[in-house]
């Protein structure tokens, strides 16, 4: 029968190609269902993640460091340019350009490995039924003897500043200014409004972050995030902490603007921008994407409830990515999507929760994984602490790019590490080298005792390592040992 599968995933987003991918390559029948339409009304795949999140960001972090550095650090290397400005048009299609390599990308994958991609809205109707609504309007019922619920997650919207795509945005159209607003307003400094605001912060914008919490990055080790509060300021980010946004007006006529209200420990306050993004954090798609008469449980903000190995509390349904507990990442939700197909096929595969590594892309990079200081000394574990500065690592001296440190934690005794914290030039592929040290049950004594190439900013891991027991030789030790 045409609509019978082994396995129906619905969304494609980094969970669901994984999911789908892999259920096919395990030799399961196995179809796609994907909404999500471009402006010209063509299906595409890969979710949030290709199409408005990780990817189209990073291509304008990237494009923006790049004239950041050619307007600002190209003369320190003896490099002459003469003015240098920016053609955002040219930028935003660039990073168009990239999203579509990638969707197309995907649609390539299915076909290659036989997942059969199908587009419009899926529901789950029944046990092992699937409703496809067409983007015409017309249903269609797939069986399915495992189904996989990929939906992914929207952004959150808050009263106080109603999202209107022009003057108000959220993070999918603050990829799309098509110039550099002259004062931006952006609610929130969490990951994705610290990543926008760099961007347009390069390019020349005035950016005014407003955030409700007194602390800074709240999740990330309090050196680590005094340090970057320290460095984004000196960029130029005016971040405001303990600025709760209470509301918002846009005015009328041709040239708009947006008048926020927030109160601060001085009580009420008044900003104008010309545009402002709002990045207040995101929510579970969860919505119509079962019907309640399957019984799947959500919990009370619209999460899929799962187990550790992402099954619902209904035989046959599976649930992964943003659409279910746990830290909203692209990562996070690709290994769901594996370890579900895996165990469908009988593996006995798991996620490790407690190595998930998360990454601000700003400039430097944020990057930590595992244990911080403060959850330690909550949890009453000793522990010892090894850090090093970029500024004395050769290659981060050799490209200009010394802001910032490493930090590893390691059990005090068993010298097990337990976490790594990270600000500075590429933190992120730095950090993943103590992420599978950390997989392996690595000690900081193992670190210690491996060789890294020279000069390399990983350098700065091994000396953390040294460091951790008062063996660095690039920095005086705070403690030595023999
Ligand atoms: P999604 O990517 O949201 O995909 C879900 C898909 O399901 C969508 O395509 C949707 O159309 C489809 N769908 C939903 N309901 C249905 C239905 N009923 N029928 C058919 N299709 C449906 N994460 C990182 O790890 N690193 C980053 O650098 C990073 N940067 C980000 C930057 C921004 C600006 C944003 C917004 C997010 C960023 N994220 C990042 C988060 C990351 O994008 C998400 O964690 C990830 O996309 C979640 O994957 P997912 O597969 O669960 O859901
Ligand atoms: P994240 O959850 O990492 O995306 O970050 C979103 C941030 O937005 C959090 O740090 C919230 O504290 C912040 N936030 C939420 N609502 C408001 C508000 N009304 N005014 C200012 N900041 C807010």
């Not at 891991?461 to 951790?468: D, I, R």
């Amino acid at each position: 029968m045409a609509n019978q599968y082994d396995v129906v995933v619905i969304g494609s987003g980094p969970a669901g190609y994984h999911a789908a991918i892999r259920c096919a390559q395990l030799g399961f029948n196995t179809a796609c269902i994907e909404k999500w339409l471009t402006k010209d009304d063509k299906t595409v795949y890969g979710g949030t993640c290709l199409n408005v999140g990780c990817i189209p960001s990073k291509a304008l972090l990237d494009s923006s460091h790049k004239f950041l550095e050619a307007q600002a650090h190209f003369a320190d290397h003896g490099i002459k340019t003469g003015k240098v400005s920016v053609d955002v048009p040219t930028m935003l299609k660039r990073k168009e350009k990239v999203v579509s390599q990638l969707t197309g990308g995907v649609a390539g994958l299915f076909k290659g490995n036989k997942v059969e991609g199908i587009a419009g809205t899926g529901k789950v109707v029944a046990k092992g039924k699937v409703e496809v609504t067409g983007h015409d309007g017309k249903t269609d019922t797939l069986e399915a003897r495992h189904i996989i619920i990929a939906a992914g997650s929207v952004p959150i919207d808050i009263p106080p500043a109603p999202v209107d795509n022009e003057t108000i945005v959220d993070s999918t159209g603050a990829l799309e200014f098509t110039e550099v607003p002259k004062k931006l307003g952006i609610i929130g400094a969490g990951v994705i409004g610290l990543e926008l605001g760099s961007v347009w912060a390069r390019l020349g914008a005035e950016v005014t972050v407003l955030e409700a919490l007194d602390d800074f990055l709240p999740a990330v080790d309090r050196q680590i995030a005094k340090e970057a509060m320290k460095i984004f300021t000196k960029q130029g980010l005016t971040i405001k902490l303990g600025s709760k946004v209470s509301g918002s007006k846009v005015s009328k006529g041709n040239k708009k603007s947006v008048t926020v209200e927030y109160t601060d420990s001085e009580g009420e306050q008044k900003a104008q921008f010309d545009k402002l993004i709002v990045c207040v954090g995101r929510k579970p798609a969860t919505e119509n994407v079962v019907d309640a008469s399957v019984g799947v449980e959500l919990d009370e903000r619209g999460f899929i409830k799962v187990d550790d190995h992402c099954a619902t509390n209904v035989e046959g349904i599976y649930a992964a990515g943003d659409a279910v507990r746990g830290p909203m990442l692209a990562h996070k939700g690709m290994e769901e999507g594996v370890m579900v197909a895996e165990r469908l096929a009988d593996k006995k595969t798991q996620v490790n929760y407690d190595l998930v590594p998360s990454v601000i892309y700003t400039h430097p990079e944020v990057a930590w994984v595992g244990k911080n200081e403060e959850e330690l000394k909550e949890a009453g574990i000793d522990y010892n602490v090894g850090s090093f500065p970029f500024a004395v690592n050769g290659r981060a001296l050799a490209a200009n790019d010394t802001d910032g440190m490493i930090k590893l934690i390691a059990d005090a005794k068993t010298d097990r590490i337990l976490g790594c914290h990270i600000i500075g030039p590429s933190a992120a592929d730095l950090l993943q080298q103590v992420v599978i040290a950390m997989e392996f049950s690595s000690s900081a004594e193992d670190l210690a005792l491996t060789m890294f190439s020279h000069p390399a900013l990983s350098e700065a891991v091994h000396e953390s390592a040294l460091a951790l027991h008062g063996h660095a030789i690039h920095i005086a030790n705070r403690k030595r040992r023999k």
